[in-house]
């Protein structure tokens, strides 16, 4: 397993090998949806493209968790490269763009994650 990886098994996360975590109460949950699916392109402003630097070592991740705690679903996140990686089909996002990662990098950066953000704090 990748050090970077998010270190799940059977559906379940091992948390000895998590650098940070930060679960979300409900409106945190609602301002990060809202970010992942109320911003977006349209013909007001430029788009922008990933810069693809091929680095793509994920550092941060979204976790969807079930009743009884499982992992059920995930984005994965390299905030250097602006890579992302989906555990399946049944997660819609974005068109690739620099700036709606940006805007979820700030999010964790607001959020006091460090780890794949380089915030100092």
């Known amino acids: 397993m ?3 990886a998010i270190p799940i098994r059977d559906k379940i996360l091992d948390m000895e090998k998590v ?3 930060l679960i979300l109460k409900p409106n945190e949950i ?3 949806t809202h970010i992942i699916y109320n911003y977006g392109q349209n ?11 091929k680095c793509y070592n994920p550092r941060n991740a979204i976790l969807f968790l079930g009743d009884k705690n499982e ?7 390299c905030f250097q490269c602006y890579g ?7 997660i ?3 068109p690739e763009c620099s700036e709606k990662l940006n805007l979820i990098k700030n999010y964790f ?10 915030a100092k704090f």
């Open 19 to 21: 650098k940070e975590f």
């Open 30 to 32: 609602g301002d990060l």
């Open 109 to 118: 950066i607001k959020a006091k994650i460090r780890v794949g953000t380089n």
């Open 71 to 77: 992992v059920v679903e995930y984005i994965e996140i």
């Open 92 to 94: 819609k996002t974005w």
């Open 84 to 90: 992302i990686k989906l555990s399946s089909d049944n």
């Open 43 to 53: 013909d007001k402003f430029p788009k922008y493209g990933v810069e693809n630097y």
């Open 2 to 4: 990748d050090e970077n």
